[in-house]
């Protein structure tokens, strides 16, 4: 919580060497966790980005 607002960041995120690193977030304006919709809109997301191959 900051003061009285909860805060809820939900982020796809790469593990790579014991360490997760996030590529894409999003801030829930809610309590709880995300819901199966929520994580398909940020899949979709992603999928939709242009990212080349390094």
Request: proline fraction near 2%; avoid cysteine.
């Amino acid at each position: 919580m900051f003061g009285s607002k909860d805060i809820k960041v939900f982020a796809l995120t790469i593990y790579y060497k014991g360490t997760s690193i996030p590529i894409l977030f999003e801030m829930l304006d809610k309590k709880g966790n995300s819901n199966q919709q929520e994580r398909i809109d940020l899949l979709l997301i992603f999928k939709q980005l242009k990212i080349r191959d390094l």
